[in-house]
Nanobody, 115 residues
Framework: QVQLVESGGGLVQAGGSLRLSCAAS????????MGWYRQAPGKQRDLVAT???????NYADSVKGRFAISRDYAANTVYLQMNSLKSEDTAVYYC?????????WGQGTQVTVSS
């Protein structure tokens, strides 16, 4: 079993920045994929950004150029730097990791962008 612990959410004004962190309880060396999804009230959970074990990043069109995913192997942590935040970025952000055939999710962290 792998635990994912998110941090860094909060309230920010439109145009501001936040950095989310997701610490894994297991080494992220050799991981298939790790990244972030988000779910706004009344909507489905959508991909925000993911990174493969080989380092390839994938972003939702709505965040390209504003968000950046990165990782720190030593800390077993993946980050999501969010810049130029908009009110439509308001959601619960979930960390996701795929080890082998198993999927893991964090508990979620709230991001609220005020206009």
């Amino acid at each position: 079993q792998v635990q994912l612990v998110e941090s860094g959410g909060g309230l920010v004004q439109a145009g501001g920045s936040l950095r989310l962190s997701c610490a894994a309880s297991k080494s992220i060396f050799g991981i298939n994929t790790m990244g972030w999804y988000r779910q706004a009230p009344g909507k489905q959970r959508d991909l925000v950004a993911t990174m493969t074990g080989g380092g390839s990043a994938n972003y939702a069109d709505s965040v390209k150029g504003r968000f950046a995913i990165s990782r720190d192997y030593a800390a077993n942590t993946v980050y999501l730097q969010m810049n130029s935040l908009k009110s439509e970025d308001t959601a619960v952000y979930y960390c996701y990791a795929k080890y082998g055939w198993s999927d893991y999710w964090g508990q979620g962290t709230q991001v609220t962008v005020s206009s």
